[in-house]
Each structure stands twice: as structure tokens, then as C-alpha cells.
């Protein structure tokens, strides 16, 4: 982390988000019911989803930063990918009972009730609040480099969105004299919800089955383990993500006429290069193994 103020940060954004989303979700569901706004009902539920990952956002920072132990040598990063999936599959089970319901009330022959402007005033201030929400635990995520702290600013942007539609909605209602339309915003912010909450599952799958960094940050490593005097070739780089953590294992081919101790030295000075650059390093492991001369040629060839 580039600065101290991160690390508060970081321990503090889970608690700013249960607080702000458990305000809003209240506020949002009050009003919607006594405004007669149905996609204002269905936009708490955004905030209801927030809430629930700031949760895991304070369980799964306190659990990843444990020490390593004899059962966890590789630490208790993944917890944040168990968490995020277990949040997701229940999150898609909730919505897609909420949309079978925004759909069949969309359809519904009675006269659906154009909502109060109360409705508007409310989805403004979501608005302002969320997009507060996002760009603060935005930067914190790509600081701590947590999974789980992603998922949160994205439910906070998706909620900021979700608000703005349940805004043009009411404007459309009042104003356009399209009373049905609060009702299909219902609808389309649950299918939206659906959409989010599949994303998050894959994320989190993709977490618990060691997939390979992205190809930005792999690209990286391996140039910086190549600008290494000393390093002929780089024969194997593998890259994983445990929880916030980098964890690589690269295999550098050395010159083999030199000492056990001189490849040594390099190893070292490629671990040291990497760190300086690539944050949220968690294990990087390096072997060096000897090249011929030949063999040297035909990778400069």
C-alpha cells in the first residue's frame, strides 16, 4: 500500500459500508412502500446486498490477515473467495424469486399507481451516496488488492445505477404519463441484480481454482525477472492469487559454468527486483538451473 491512511482504510470499509448500506436499505424500503414504488422496493434490495458484503468484508479482511500455521501454510487468503460465493448463491436464489414477482405484477391487468415524487428526491440522494461509496472502496481495493473488497465496490456502483433507473422511472410515471414503467424498472433491476450476482460467483470460482493472474501483471513479473543481469532465459513463471496476495514460482536458466553461489545471488536479486515493483506480494519462490553455452545461443538466436 502506497500510503499509511490505506491500511485504516482498509480495516475501516467494511464498517462504512454495513452502516451506510443499513441506512439506506431502510430508507429505501420506507419510502417505497409509501411512495407506491415498486422498483424503489426492489432498489433496497441493492442495499440489502451491500450490506451483506460489507459483512464479509469485515469476516474475510480479519480471517485473510491471519498468520500462516502448520494446516494453512499458504495462509487463509481463499477464505475471501468462499465467502463471495456464498454470498453470491444466495443473493441469485433472492432475486430471481423478486423478478418472477416484478414480472408477473408487470404484467398484471390492474392500473399500476404512478409513485409519489418523495420516490425522486430519495433515489437522488442513493445516488450521491453510493457513488461516494464506490469511488472510496474503489481505491481501497486496488490498494489491498482484495477480491472481496472489489465485489463491494461494485455492488456500490451497481446500487448508484440502480438508483438513477428508479429515478427515471418516477420521472417517466409523473411526467411521460407511463404509470407501468416504475414496475418494469423493478423488473429490469432484478434481472440487472441476477446479472451481478452471476458475475460475482465466477470471480469466485475462478479464485478457488488457482486461475492465473491477469496477463498485465504477468507480463510484468516475468520482465522484471528478465531485466535481471545474470538471468538467460525465464523457462517457467506461474502466478496465483490467495485472497489480496500475489503468490508466483518462476524458474530462471542461468549460465551453468557459474558457482552455485553466484546463481544464488541472482535468484536473490530477482526476488528483490520483483518485490520493489509488484504489490501485494505474497510468496514469490525463485530456482535457477543451469544453461549451456549452446543453449544460450539459441535463446539469444
Known amino acids: 500500500m502506497r500510503y499509511k491512511k490505506c491500511i485504516r482504510c482498509s480495516r475501516t470499509v467494511g464498517w462504512v459500508g454495513l452502516v451506510s448500506s443499513a441506512v439506506l436499505m431502510v430508507m429505501k424500503a420506507f419510502v417505497g412502500l409509501v411512495s407506491g414504488s415498486q422498483a424503489m422496493v426492489a432498489d433496497a434490495m441493492y442495499s440489502a446486498k451491500d450490506l451483506v458484503s460489507s459483512l464479509m468484508v469485515i469476516v474475510g479482511m480479519s480471517m485473510s490477515e491471519k498468520t500462516l500455521d502448520r494446516e494453512h501454510p499458504y495462509g487463509h487468503g481463499k477464505v475471501e473467495f468462499i465467502l463471495s460465493m456464498f454470498v453470491s448463491i444466495i443473493f441469485l436464489v433472492i432475486t430471481a424469486s423478486l423478478m418472477v414477482y416484478a414480472v408477473g405484477t408487470l404484467f398484471d391487468d390492474t392500473i399500476h399507481p404512478k409513485p409519489h415524487l418523495i420516490a425522486l428526491w430519495a433515489a437522488f440522494l442513493c445516488i450521491a451516496v453510493n457513488m461516494s461509496l464506490y469511488y472510496y472502496s474503489r481505491c ?6 482484495s477480491p472481496l473488497v472489489r465485489t463491494l465496490s461494485k455492488h456500490h456502483h451497481a446500487d448508484a445505477a440502480s438508483s438513477a ?3 427515471c422511472g418516477i420521472i417517466g410515471s409523473h411526467y411521460f404519463n407511463m404509470p407501468w414503467i416504475d414496475t418494469a424498472v423493478a423488473a429490469l433491476e432484478t434481472a440487472h441484480l441476477l446479472y451481478l450476482g452471476g458475475d460475482v460467483f465466477w470471480d469466485s470460482a475462478k479464485g478457488l481454482m488457482d486461475r492465473n493472474i491477469e496477463d498485465t501483471t504477468h507480463n ?3 520482465e522484471l525477472v528478465e531485466g535481471v543481469e545474470g538471468v538467460e532465459e525465464v523457462t517457467s513463471l506461474r502466478s496465483r ?4 496476495d500475489i503468490f508466483s514460482e518462476v524458474i530462471i536458466g542461468v549460465d551453468s559454468g557459474i558457482s552455485v553461489m ?13 518485490a520493489k515493483a509488484i504489490p501485494r506480494l505474497g510468496s514469490f519462490q525463485v530456482r535457477s538451473e543451469g ?11
Open 140 to 145: 481501497v481495493s486496488i490498494e489491498s488488492n
Open 165 to 167: 433507473a428508479v429515478a
Open 220 to 222: 510484468r513479473i516475468k
Open 241 to 244: 492469487y490467495v485472497g489480496q
Open 262 to 274: 553466484a546463481a544464488s545471488a541472482i535468484a536473490e536479486a530477482v526476488k528483490q527486483n520483483v
Open 291 to 301: 544453461i549451456s553455452a549452446t543453449a544460450m545461443e539459441k535463446v539469444e538466436a
